[in-house]
């Protein structure tokens, strides 16, 4: 594989990453987690044309498109550098009449990920909390929870939400994946790796803990192919490990791949699928600061990793899919750079 890279902007801060498309076209979007810090969008042939999502919000953890909208979105704002999240919230954004609106949803203290959840025709919400108070920076007496609610169809209504689970240490990592052919929100902490079901049937929310040391991050895939997920984990909190952890006998989960290179503050994780091949995406923050992908080779049974580029230090990554290339969207937040690889076949 090649790649190409495209420098869209320099966003102190640079944060948080996603993708959605508005009235056809294809937008990217990066935010700010700085005091005050702005999300802009893009689009074109080569993500030229720059569009004001917000000028002054900063503080954003997480941004998800509403499925089956044009252009709808719930973001977080006021998270802030230092854990300075007791003002955290989420706010509800659309593309209307040219431009972006955007105003508060939800006041939900030190909310540091979120999601959306589709099951039997119905959204639903799913927001976890890196803690419940702090007094100091290192101050991790009051630990974070999960929270679950139905959206509403018109977001101008309350949406009412309750805890389902609570004592989550350092509840820092998400991501949204499959379990039991079901899609499911996966969360992280320092008691480990636990799966939230959203309801379906006669069933209500249910939460499973899959794994139980300390886990920062994770990213889910069947990247060998034999329909069953691996877990690819950076642990511990901020942590300068990462492996790639797969079931074994129904009961254990083994680690079958160690990141062979010294890190710090290990943050981006993604795992999927690259032309075909099963690819994990990691970004670290400190030291060599390396933005990289692990690959799965099926001729030989083994995990190959490839350094993309160092000195970024990239906090989180989103991936598109096209027809002759692959997009990966990344939040180099070292480097405060907005930025896009163009990854082709060769």
């Known amino acids: 594989m090649k790649s190409r890279k ?3 902007d320099e966003i102190s801060r640079c944060y948080c990453v996603n993708h959605m498309t508005v009235d056809g076209v294809l937008r990217i979007v990066f935010a700010s987690e700085e005091i005050d810090g702005p999300c802009y969008a893009y689009s074109g042939k080569n993500f030229e044309h720059k569009e004001v999502v917000w000028e002054k919000g900063g503080g954003t953890m997480s941004f998800s498109p509403i499925p089956g909208t ?3 979105f719930l973001a977080i704002q006021n998270f802030f550098p230092g854990f300075n999240a007791k003002d955290a919230k989420i706010v509800w954004g659309k593309y209307k009449d040219g431009r972006w609106e955007v105003k508060d949803f939800l006041k939900l203290p030190y ?3 979120f ?4 099951s039997e025709g119905k959204l639903y919400f799913i927001g976890t909390t890196l803690c419940c108070s702090k007094q100091e920076r290192n101050d991790w007496s009051d630990p974070g929870m999960v929270w679950v609610g139905e959206l509403p169809y018109d977001l101008n209504e309350k949406m ?6 609570d004592f989550l240490l350092k509840n820092h990592g998400y991501c949204q994946g499959y379990y039991q052919d079901k899609q499911v929100g996966f969360i992280t902490c320092d008691s480990g790796l636990y799966v939230v079901i959203p309801p379906g049937g006669n069933s209500d929310w249910e939460i499973k803990q899959l794994m139980a040391d300390q886990i920062s991050d994770v990213a889910v895939y069947d990247l060998d192919k034999n329909g069953e997920n691996e877990y690819a984990v950076i642990t511990p909190f901020h942590g300068n490990v990462m492996e790639i952890r797969k079931i074994i006998d129904d009961r254990r989960y083994e680690t079958i791949y160690t990141y062979p290179y010294e890190m710090d503050f290990a943050h981006a994780i993604w795992a999927g699928e690259i032309f075909g091949t099963p690819t994990v995406v990691l970004g670290v923050r400190r030291a ?3 933005l ?3 690959q799965y080779n099926q001729e030989t049974n083994q995990f190959e990793t490839h350094i993309i580029e160092k000195g970024v230090g990239t906090a989180n990554v989103s991936l598109i899919h096209e027809e002759d290339r692959v997009l990966l969207i990344a939040a180099n937040h070292t480097k405060n750079e907005a930025a896009v690889y163009i990854i082709t076949k060769s």
Not at 115 to 118: A, R, S
């Open 6 to 8: 495209i420098v869209l």
């Open 70 to 72: 044009n252009g709808e």
């Open 111 to 113: 909310v540091h990920r």
């Open 115 to 118: 999601d959306i959840l589709e």
């Open 160 to 165: 009412d939400i309750k805890p389902i689970k």
């Open 288 to 290: 060599e600061c390396e």
């Open 292 to 294: 990289a992908y692990i």
